[in-house]
C-alpha cells in the first residue's frame, strides 16, 4: 500500500530458548503494515540492546517463539494510519516498543513516544536510541523505586553498565554518595568519572565488608541490584535498618523465592520494579519522557555508546555483553 515501505526486511529472530547464542538468527521476514487506522510504521534508525533480551532468550521471562527482539528506537515515519493524528510520514521519533531489531516496526500512536525536531541530526537519533530505555529506568529507579534523598548511601552494582553509568550520573546530582560494585579496575574507574564516590572490585573485595568500612558500620541506605541470584544475599547484609532494597534485574540468574520475615531483622523493604509500571499512564510517559529530553539535550546527562554495530552482528554484541566484556550503551544500527 505504500512506496517507503518494501514488503521484505532483514530481522533478529530468536528461534529457540537457549542459554546459548546458536538460536540468535538474522533473517529476511514480511514487513510489518498498518491494518488498524490507529497503527503507523516506523522506519528504525538505530535500535538500543537491553539486558532483558537475553532474559527471554533464556526463558527466565516467557515469550512465544518465533520472537522478534528489541525494546527501543529511534527513525522515521514510513506510514500512517488513517486515524493517526499527531504524527506524518517523515517524521522522526524515539520510541518504547518490542521487535525493534529490524528495519520496520509497527508501533500505536498512543504508545511511548518521542517526536524529535524535523533537524535533528543522524548522531540525535542514535543518541535517543541509546538512552531512553535505561535513563528512564534510571530516573524512575532513583525517584520511584526509592526516593533518593542528599546524603544517602546508595550501592550500585554493574555501576559501569548501561544502567550503571546512568545512575551514577544521577545520583551525584541528588547529592548522594554512590559506592559502586564492578568486575574490573577499569570498570571502577569509569563509574567513578561518571559520578561514584567510592568502588568495590567484586572479583578481588567482599562486597559487604567493604560497604560496611565506608559507611561506618552502619550498611547503605538503598542498593540497586540488577545481578539477582549472585548477590541478592550479600545486599540484604549491606543494608542499613530501615534500607531499601530495589531488585530490578536477573543478570546472574533471578532471586530465589524468599520468606518475607528475612526483612525484619533489619526493617527492610523490597521492591521488584520493571520501568513500564512507572510509564503506563500518559501524565508519567509526559514527564518522565520530557526530563530524559532536557537532561540529554543540555548534555547534563552523557549517554556513553560503547559501539554501535549492524543489526546483522546482534549475536556478536549480546556475547560482549553477556560476557561482563563492555560498558555504557550497545547500539544496532538497523
Ligand atoms: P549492563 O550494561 O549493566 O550489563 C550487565 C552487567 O552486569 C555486566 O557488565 C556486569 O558488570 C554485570 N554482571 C554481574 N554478574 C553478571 C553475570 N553473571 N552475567 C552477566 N553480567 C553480569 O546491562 P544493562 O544496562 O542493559 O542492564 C543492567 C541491568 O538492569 C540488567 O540486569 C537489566 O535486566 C536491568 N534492567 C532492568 C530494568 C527494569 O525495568 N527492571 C530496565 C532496564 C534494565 P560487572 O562485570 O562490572 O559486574
Not at 260 to 267: E, G, T, V
Amino acid at each position: 500500500s505504500n512506496s517507503i515501505v518494501s514488503k521484505q526486511q532483514s530481522a533478529i529472530i530468536f528461534d529457540g530458548i537457549s542459554d546459548g547464542y546458536d538460536v540468535i538468527k538474522y533473517k529476511t521476514i514480511q514487513t510489518p503494515t498498518v491494518e488498524n487506522s490507529n497503527e503507523m510504521v516506523i522506519k528504525n534508525s538505530y535500535s538500543g540492546i537491553n539486558f532483558i533480551e537475553a532474559y527471554f532468550r533464556k526463558g527466565i521471562y516467557p515469550c512465544e517463539l518465533p520472537y522478534l527482539p528489541g525494546r527501543e528506537a529511534s527513525g522515521i515515519v514510513a506510514e500512517v494510519g488513517k486515524d493517526v493524528k499527531n504524527f506524518q510520514i517523515g517524521d522522526k521519533v524515539a520510541y518504547l516498543h518490542g521487535e525493534t531489531m529490524a528495519e520496520f516496526t509497527k508501533i500505536k500512536e498512543t504508545d511511548p513516544i518521542i517526536k524529535l525536531s524535523k533537524d535533528a541530526s543522524d548522531e540525535n537519533l542514535k543518541l535517543y536510541a541509546a538512552g531512553l530505555l535505561q535513563s528512564l529506568t534510571a530516573i524512575t529507579l532513583i525517584n520511584e523505586a526509592h526516593e533518593v534523598k542528599k546524603g544517602e548511601y546508595v550501592l550500585v552494582y554493574a555501576a559501569a553498565g548501561g544502567v550503571g553509568l546512568l545512575l551514577d550520573q544521577l545520583l551525584k546530582m541528588k547529592g548522594a554518595h554512590t559506592i559502586a560494585v564492578c568486575s574490573t579496575k577499569e570498570k571502577l574507574e569509569l563509574a567513578k568519572a561518571n559520578g561514584a564516590e567510592f568502588s568495590i572490585n567484586s572479583k578481588e573485595e567482599n562486597v559487604v565488608q567493604r560497604v560496611m568500612e565506608i559507611t561506618n558500620n552502619k550498611g547503605v541506605d538503598v542498593a540497586y541490584d540488577s545481578i539477582g541470584k549472585a548477590t541478592f544475599e550479600d545486599t540484604l547484609a549491606a543494608l542499613k535498618l530501615k534500607g531499601s532494597l530495589v531488585s530490578f534485574g536477573n543478570a546472574s540468574g533471578p532471586v530465589p523465592p524468599l520468606l518475607i520475615n528475612r526483612l525484619s531483622p533489619k526493617n527492610l523493604k523490597l521492591v521488584r520494579p520493571q520501568l513500564y509500571g512507572y510509564i503506563t499512564n500518559p501524565e508519567d510517559w509526559e514527564k518522565y519522557s520530557k526530563e530524559f529530553q532536557s537532561l540529554v539535550d543540555s548534555g547534563k546527562l552523557n549517554i556513553k555508546i560503547f559501539k554501535t554495530y549492524p543489526l546483522k552482528d546482534y549475536k556478536i554484541a549480546v556475547q560482549e555483553l553477556e560476557g561482563r566484556k563492555t560498558t555504557g550503551k550497545l547500539v544496532l544500527k538497523n
